[in-house]
């Protein structure tokens, strides 16, 4: 259990001991509902509801009373509270059938002090109705007590059809049933489109039938080392048809659509593993580990567009889904224009370039899925050589694709990086998991515009809306998953759902503050990035550790609550000091620091600032900068399958190099750095000519220290040790020449760029000892 979910498990207990203040708080908030609905008008009184409440719905009528059930279990879980379901009679709560609905998904929430009412003309939409009151009943910390809830009317329906989140269960595998508290996150949201990113270079992730090599081979790989000698156990697994089916079964009760991605004609790896007749040169490569770019494309020959559609024969039996996703997005074309075969198959056919052969391979599988009654959608290179008719876009390359597909009569989807990449950090703090560095915080992502500027204005019909990414290279668990995805859900949702002119990001933050609760009840980790206390020291460790002094300064993304502090080593509360202004400290001190509601919830886990002399001597891996001319691009476990959120390490993939910023050397006699060996598996295709060698003058490489920066003299120099014997987390120790004031410490590996890579866990410096 992550620390966040212990807290707020902890914090609702306590707080159920203060309903009445709680109550008294929550009457005062916005409605916690999320997404904001169309229209929402308040009304006199108010309607209360206690267990045993009978929710009505027509007899006979199938989706009501699946809306009907879904809406009493979230009840339950959010509340505590007991709805009784019935079919015919009366009720307090009524979910009904409503023609005058017209909008497909929306609905219409009326509340009196008398009863509820739901009314909708789709299934949808009387689950969406039933999930807007089911936030109306659960609008505060209490538990398994009444809720009065205020008289209101609310006309709803969604701005986009397409609101989605991709989960990439191919890098690594999760299992199904840990997709299922995420289906019902969405359709708690109003999220309607689940895609499941099914195969990679790296694995097969679905049952085929006609073709069991997929999934006996493709479906398995051997991990990647760091020198040492490979796994006897190998990594992967796939979903079974009868899981998918059940899968999708329960999606679609919740109004969620699972579309179905294989990638072509690249990422095929594991396809090609499987089945190497079908690969462009007829080799057996082994399942990749290589995250990134790979080579392996599909050939373009009649036997490999055979076994495609025979794959897609099977999918289309598996999934309803209008849409079927073939990917093709980063095929590096350097095996079609190789292959003397697809050379000449393209001369055949008139194609002057490979890009065109791509757009021809992607019409023949757009008509074929178009004859069975589906249409294709895929990444935005599918737009590189001329776009199919038949074709949809989902754009990540930025904004781009979708223009110009909107532009030329094509539907879009749009999924830009970094913004709505959810593998992207949430925060630079040292305790964030691995990920992507390209810090996406809850407001940037709330802050984003799915309509994009440039598509003309007779073409703005042609977006179907946009869709969140959780990439899974550094996401091994499903824990993992979940902490990328929550909260940052509800920002997707809002601004997919709801009508720009109201989302209010002030508002938002109050809504999120009760959904953040009901996420503790339901057991679902959310991250805390955007409301944890972060420190920042003005003027430098090395002017504090002079001084004896050190100013403070705390604050959060989001400035919600009242950030409190302690200085005498017991966690914050609601009594600690508030915070109002930068803190002067003297060294040695531990600032811990959180922030509070009104009612008195820590929004997250209490952090802690050590100014001891050893921790601000010492310099963490998070606390290391990239050397000039670089960039520190993404943070990595120890190793590939690791399922700890910790130890992690920011890298730059094209340079072994990091700075320790502003080493106080005139107070440092030596110093300690622990070094951590981790795979070097990155597919990099065209930037590999980008990756900095450095000479090696022993055998393994070596550690070079330079103070004074990354062209200052040698301080130290660290051979490094056989990476198959040695262990894969090393400390090495060496002195420092006495210096004025602060320089930079360079940390340079020159490791063979055939082995392994190397990152600096920390470095310590050690105080001078004065004569």
Request: charged letters at 20%; proline letters at 7%.
């Amino acid at each position: 259990m992550r620390p966040a979910h212990r807290l707020a498990t902890a914090s609702l207990a306590v707080l159920s001991l203060a309903l009445a203040a709680s109550s008294a708080v929550a009457a005062t908030q916005a409605l916690p509902i999320i997404p904001v609905p169309a229209e929402l008008s308040r009304g006199s009184g108010v309607l209360v509801v206690r267990s045993g409440a009978v929710v009505s719905v027509p007899a006979g009528d199938a989706g009501a009373l699946w809306a009907a059930r879904l809406l009493a279990a979230q009840v339950k879980q959010t509340r505590g509270l007991d709805l009784v379901v019935r079919e015919g009679g009366a009720g307090q709560i009524v979910l009904a059938r409503d023609p005058s609905v017209t909008a497909a998904e929306g609905y219409g929430l009326t509340v009196t002090p008398k009863g509820a009412r739901i009314a909708a003309k789709d299934d949808a939409g009387l689950l969406y109705g039933a999930m807007t009151l089911a936030q109306l009943l659960s609008p505060d910390a209490a538990f398994g007590q009444p809720v009065k809830v205020p008289a209101l009317t609310v006309r709803d329906q969604p701005r986009f059809a397409w609101r989605g989140i991709m989960v990439d269960v191919a890098r690594h595998f999760q299992p199904a049933e840990s997709l299922k508290p995420l289906i019902d996150a969405m359709a708690a949201h109003k999220m309607n489109v689940l895609h499941l990113h099914l195969s990679d270079d790296q694995g097969w992730r679905v049952e085929i039938k006609r073709y069991p090599k997929l999934t006996e081979i493709g479906a398995w790989r051997t991990p990647p080392t760091a020198g040492e000698a490979p796994s006897v156990q190998p990594y992967g697994g796939f979903y079974t048809q009868d899981q998918i089916r059940d899968l999708v079964a329960y999606a679609r009760e919740r109004s969620v659509t699972i579309v179905p991605e294989i990638d072509l004609p690249g990422h095929a790896q594991a396809a090609v593993a499987a089945y190497p007749e079908i690969g462009v040169f007829g080799d057996r490569p082994s399942v990749a580990v290589d995250w990134g770019v790979n080579p392996y494309l599909f050939d373009v020959d009649q036997p490999s567009l055979t076994f495609i559609e025979g794959v897609l024969d099977e999918l289309m039996s598996l999934f309803p889904s209008t849409y079927i996703h073939v990917g093709g997005d980063e095929a590096i074309k350097d095996q079609w224009q190789r292959s003397p075969a697809v050379q000449a198959r393209m001369r055949e056919l008139g194609l002057k370039n490979e890009h065109e052969m791509q757009s021809w391979f992607i019409e023949h599988l757009g008509k074929y899925l178009a004859a069975h009654g589906r249409r294709l959608i895929g990444w935005d290179e599918i737009l590189e050589g001329g776009l199919p008719a038949s074709a949809s876009v989902m754009s990540w390359r930025g904004e781009q694709g979708a223009i110009d597909a909107a532009n030329q009569g094509h539907d879009v989807v749009l999924s830009p990086a970094p913004i709505l990449y959810l593998d992207s950090l949430q925060s630079d703090r040292a305790d964030e998991p691995p990920g992507r560095l390209s810090i996406m915080t809850l407001k940037d992502v709330y802050g984003y515009e799915p309509m994009p500027k440039g598509i003309a204005p007779d073409k703005v019909g042609h977006v179907l809306g946009a869709q969140a990414n959780a990439w899974s290279e550094y996401l091994v668990t499903p824990a993992q998953i979940r902490h990328a995805i929550f909260p940052r859900l509800d920002a997707v949702s809002e601004i997919t759902w709801s009508p720009k002119d109201k989302r209010d990001w002030t508002g938002f933050l109050d809504r999120l503050d009760i959904q953040r609760l009901r996420y503790a009840r339901q057991g679902i980790n959310a991250a805390d990035s955007a409301f944890a206390v972060g420190f920042a020291l003005d003027g430098g460790r090395g002017s504090a550790l002079r001084s004896g002094k050190a100013s403070v300064v705390l604050s959060t993304q989001t400035g919600f609550g009242q950030i409190r502090y302690t200085l005498d080593g017991k966690a914050p509360t609601t009594r600690s000091p508030l915070y109002a202004k930068p803190l002067a400290v003297a060294v040695g001190t531990t600032i811990r620091a959180a922030a509070f509601t009104a009612d008195g919830r820590a929004t997250a886990a209490p952090r802690a600032f050590d100014l001891g002399r050893t921790a601000l001597l010492t310099r963490s891996n998070s606390d290391l900068t990239a050397c000039p001319k670089g960039a520190l691009g993404l943070r990595v476990p120890l190793t590939s399958e690791a399922q700890a959120d910790a130890p992690a390490f920011n890298v730059n993939l094209f340079d072994t190099c990091a700075l320790y910023p502003a080493a106080p050397l005139d107070l440092a006699g030596g110093f300690e750095v622990k070094v951590a060996r981790v795979p070097r598996h990155y597919g990099l295709a065209g930037d590999t000519d980008k990756v900095r060698w450095h000479y090696n003058a022993t055998r393994f490489g070596e550690l070079i220290v330079r103070a004074g920066g990354c062209e200052g003299r040698v301080v130290a120099t660290f051979p490094l040790p056989d990476p198959a014997t040695a262990s894969n987390r090393l400390t090495f120790k060496g002195e420092l020449p006495e210096e004025a004031g602060d320089s930079d410490l360079c940390l340079l590996f020159t490791a063979p760029l055939s082995g392994p890579f190397y990152a600096v866990e920390a470095l310590a410096l050690t105080p001078r000892v004065s004569n």
